[in-house]
């Protein structure tokens, strides 16, 4: 998801638009497109006769989930390919809704924010429960998984000991005192500094603007307390790797977004329902973390590898 991991935007950039940099920059860059798939080849399956096309945005994370989603319809006896890279939210959901694409996985929070700006829904039950009605005829989400990822406010563990920070509610005792780290964006982000004032009281001494969107450059700022919190990914390996400590958030000002395949009707079976709904049953958060950093980390696996590599483990193919 980033910059060491670019899956930073399309997933959390409400209403499709991307913000970000580096790996990420294609997303938004793609926004206007008028052909998204025209230069993406399928990469996986026949992708022949009523096979079922898995696409992705353009970033690591949604390539990986896609390819396990390729991987298990086709373990299941439903012939499937993949479209990576598409662009933003903006264009993927066109692309569903043309039938250029049959599936994408999506992030329940953003998506229901693309197609209802006005959502006030918070939590993962209500976001999943909201979505149906608000989604343009022909399309569907089949079950949402455990896994997400999403926004969190992330602090070393020497701070978290040093201010006994276990939640975003702790931090706002001495936010004051504190420099955050995150996009300039966040400035104005209604889950940014604006949410954190609202929901938490929490008015940080300064804003610090970071432009890899909690990828690397940020992570090296909060380890040398340049920072003393940042905004971090919950799929960041970094987090696991450096100890680091995610803040509760109870009053839900980082919406729900939890991973779930979109989809268009017109060729949807119930056996590749099946199949994927099989997937999101045992998707974690912590198996998003390990793909990715099989694929954006030391192993530089490609994603179709990484997600066949799981599928085989969680027993989904032989």
């Avoid at 580096?22 to 938004?28: N, R, V």
Wanted: net charge negative; charged share 20%; hydrophobic share 40%.
């Amino acid at each position: 998801m980033k910059e060491t991991h670019p899956s930073i935007l399309g997933r959390r950039a409400f209403g499709g638009l991307a913000a970000g940099v580096g790996l990420a920059l294609a997303l938004s860059a793609c926004g206007g497109g008028s052909d998204p798939l025209g230069s993406a080849p399928a990469t996986s399956g026949s992708g022949s006769g009523s096979a079922l096309v898995i696409g992705s945005a353009d970033f690591p994370e949604s390539q990986i989930i896609a390819e396990v989603y390729a991987g298990a319809l086709n373990a299941a006896g439903v012939t499937a390919s993949t479209k990576p890279n598409i662009g933003s939210r903006e264009v993927y959901f066109k692309a569903v809704q043309d039938g250029s694409v049959d599936v994408i996985p999506d992030y329940s929070g953003n998506l229901l924010l693309h197609v209802n700006k006005e959502a006030t829904e918070v939590s993962a039950e209500d976001i999943y429960n909201a979505l149906p009605a608000k989604l343009p005829e022909g399309l569907a989400v089949l079950e949402a998984s455990k896994a997400e990822d999403k926004d969190a406010m992330v602090v070393t563990k020497a701070t978290a000991e040093k201010y006994q920070l276990k939640s975003i509610e702790d931090l706002a005792k001495v936010c004051s005192e504190l420099v955050v780290g995150a996009p300039a964006t966040f400035a104005e982000r209604a889950y940014g500094l604006p949410g954190l004032k609202k929901n938490y009281g929490c008015e940080p001494k300064k804003l610090e603007p970071f432009s890899d969107g909690g990828g690397p450059i940020t992570v090296k700022a909060l380890l040398g307390d340049q920072v003393q919190v940042a905004d971090i990914y919950t799929t960041t390996p970094a987090i696991a790797d450096n100890d680091l400590v995610v803040l509760d958030d109870p009053k839900n000002n980082f919406i729900a977004q939890q991973v779930l395949p979109l989809y268009n009707k017109a060729k949807m079976t119930d056996k590749a329902k099946e199949a994927l709904n099989s997937v999101s049953k045992i998707l974690t958060t912590e198996d998003l973390i390990n793909l990715n950093r099989a694929v954006s980390g030391t192993q530089k696996q490609n994603p179709k590898d990484a997600a066949a590599a799981w599928l085989k483990d969680k027993g989904l193919v032989k």
